[in-house]
């Protein structure tokens, strides 16, 4: 069974920085998708970016394109999330999401059989 485990949300003031990490754990990822998907308050869960494992092409939705920065380090089977210059809109529960299968609509939410619990990130105006 596939689990992930999220890392490194905290409280941050507008215009710093924090990185995220999903570490991956029950079978090594070769191919595939990752992603991030955020959730803040009152809103539905949204598309943030993802990561194919293989070889490794980044997507990300337009509000957070040139602030985030997707990447993953195979060795250690886990995906990052790098933010900068981040807003208070950017607060939100995230969390991270995986499949085996390549090719998939990687901003559907169904497409994604594997989740983790999420961690907090606070942007403080």
């Known amino acids: 069974q596939v689990q992930l485990v999220e890392s490194g949300g905290g409280l941050v003031q507008a215009g710093g920085s924090l990185r995220l990490s999903c570490a991956a754990s029950?079978?090594?990822?070769?191919?595939?998708?990752m992603g991030w998907f955020r959730q803040a308050p009152g809103k539905e869960r949204g598309f943030v970016g993802a990561?194919?494992?293989?070889?490794?092409?980044?997507y990300y939705t337009d509000s957070i394109k040139g602030r985030f920065t997707i990447s993953r380090d195979n060795a250690k089977n886990t995906m990052y999330l790098q933010m900068n210059s981040l807003k208070p809109e950017d607060t939100a529960v995230y969390t991270c999401?995986?499949?085996?299968?390549?090719?998939?609509?990687?901003?559907?939410?169904?497409?994604?059989?594997?989740w983790g619990q999420g961690t907090q990130v606070t942007v403080s105006s």
């Open positions: 999401a995986a499949t085996y299968r390549d090719g998939i609509r990687y901003r559907q939410e169904n497409e994604y059989p594997y």
């Open positions: 990561i194919s494992w293989s070889p490794g092409n980044t």
């Open positions: 029950g079978r090594t990822f070769t191919s595939g998708v």
